[in-house]
């Protein structure tokens, strides 16, 4: 039994559940929804959530970059021999299991797949059968890599090799075909997001527990945006949850839409989130410091919407706006 290393399930996670880590500069007109649909076919159902980024892109904007762990990123790219402006897009999938879970990132680029693989194998990397097809195993960490095509690859853990093998095969055994990401997709599968973050709730799992997902404390301080974490905070528990941040000049538009367990418990956070922002909750009363003035500014830019069970929110986050530390 191959196990990947912890350190490496490690970081794929943390770029797995990055979940409102984000964004970029506007698009070239060569970019398309389509691409990215794709590459989301390709992640299995099992995945609690998925960081799809447009990396031609967001490569170019240092900050952009940071957010999304673009470094840690680029040192994944070296160690299979492929430079960083040869990937036009990838997305990473997590379902937030130890070192056995189904842990991955899918890449799309200008690259050669054969050559990847042949200076894999000049240096160590094992070809082994994983259900009839051709799979590529690290002897120092039991990394997987496999080829789609000539121009895509994924690297992951052997679980998640497999489970990407199977949603290529059956559409319901893949993400897409989570019902959280049914409702969530008709908001953003006509924006051209270079960074998009969705994570939803395995569909069996709410089968099973007949309760929604919570959208934890734990994965909004990942972020590293005080205003936001804090009124994502505010939705708490969801099915499913969708973010996306452009750029503007100094500023990220943020969209976020989250699906609710019912129509009631949409109404409950609307109303909350809207109490909120005319309060002016998130920043301490006749406080002068620039964080507590930019969430100021922030909630002030707020909007809300519902419609049935869906809660959504536009704001404007200030260029700097992470919080210290992040």
């Avoid at 994983?130 to 039991?142: A, M, Q, S, T, W």
């Amino acid at each position: 039994m191959i196990s990947a290393s912890p350190s490496r399930v490690k970081l794929l996670n943390r770029l797995a559940i990055f979940v409102c880590c984000a964004l970029m500069l506007q698009l070239s007109a060569c970019t398309r929804s389509s691409d990215r649909s794709a590459l989301l076919t390709y992640v299995p159902a099992s995945s609690f959530a998925v960081l799809a980024v447009k990396w031609h892109s967001v490569m170019k904007d240092q900050e952009l970059k940071r957010m999304v762990k673009g470094n840690e990123i680029e040192k994944l790219f070296e160690e299979i021999g492929v430079t960083s402006d040869e990937v036009t897009e990838f997305v990473v999938f997590g379902d937030l299991q130890s070192s056995a879970g189904s842990t991955g990132l899918i890449a799309k680029g200008s690259f050669n797949s054969k050559d990847i693989v042949n200076s894999l194998k000049k240096r160590g990397w094992e070809e082994q059968d994983l259900e009839g097809k051709r799979i590529y195993v690290n002897p120092r960490d039991g990394s997987c890599l496999t080829t789609f095509d000539a121009k895509s690859f994924m690297l992951g853990t052997q679980s998640g090799v497999r489970a990407t093998f199977a949603a290529r095969a059956e559409p319901k055994l893949g993400f897409i075909s989570n019902p959280a990401y049914k409702t969530l997709s008709v908001r953003f599968e006509r924006k051209q997001y270079p960074i998009l973050m969705i994570a939803a709730l395995p569909q069996a799992s709410q089968d099973m527990a007949s309760a929604a997902l919570k959208i934890s404390s734990t994965v909004m301080d990942l972020a590293g945006w005080g205003p936001l974490g804090e009124l994502l905070n505010k939705i708490g528990y969801a099915k499913g949850l969708s973010c996306g941040i452009s750029r503007a000049n100094d500023s990220f538009p943020v969209e976020v839409s989250a699906v609710m367990k019912d129509e009631d418990s949409a109404k409950f956070v609307a109303g909350a989130l809207g109490l909120l922002k005319s309060l002016g909750g998130l920043a301490p009363p006749n406080s002068n410091s620039r964080r507590d003035i930019e969430a100021a500014r922030t909630l002030k830019s707020l909007s809300i919407e519902r419609s049935g069970e869906v809660v959504s929110m536009r704001m404007l986050m200030p260029k700097g706006g992470r919080s210290q530390g992040s």
